[in-house]
């Protein structure tokens, strides 16, 4: 895996900080490089120049789906860019917090991880991460 791949992006609204945290840990532990805003922006720095390069240099986004998170203009932000960017095709891990109606349709069609704590869910992400993303994708037959 590159050294690009190792960069882990976590998006989430403030209610799930405690859970977000935790689980950046264990990606920590498991050889991720993590990018938490709460831990690498201080405060006057210039918030929106240092999400820009943090996304540009990561390897895979990890979002944290709640209804304040889908509330959340700074997760909503996230998700777009991590779509719509194409080093980060098929690196977007959505975690599923709690219900929420508000998921955008293509987010909701992703392969996520249901948080079932922290240990349990920072493996089943450190596994996923750790399995290849490059292959190509099947092409569609017609009958």
């Known amino acids: 895996m590159s050294r690009k791949g190792k960069k882990v992006f976590l998006s989430y609204a ?7 945290q935790k689980i950046g840990q264990q990606l920590r532990q498991a050889g991720f490089d993590v990018w938490d805003p709460d831990k690498e922006i201080l405060p006057g720095d210039d918030f929106v120049a240092h999400l820009k ?3 540009d240099c990561a ?11 889908m509330a959340s203009r700074s997760v909503s932000y996230e998700i ?4 719509g960017a194409k ?3 098929r690196r977007l891990i959505p975690v599923m917090m709690r219900p929420t109606k508000d998921v955008p349709w293509i987010v909701g069609s992703l392969e996520s991880v249901e ?3 922290p240990s ?3 493996r089943q992400i450190a596994n996923l991460l ?3 993303h490059d292959v190509p994708e099947a092409k569609s037959r017609t009958i």
């Open 59 to 69: 390897g895979a986004v990890v979002v944290f789906i709640s209804p304040e998170g």
């Open 80 to 83: 777009e860019y991590a779509l």
């Open 115 to 117: 948080y079932r704590g």
């Open 53 to 55: 390069v943090a996304l």
């Open 130 to 132: 750790s399995q290849p």
């Open 14 to 20: 403030r209610s799930a900080r405690a859970q977000a």
């Open 87 to 89: 080093h980060l095709r």
């Open 120 to 122: 349990k869910t920072g």
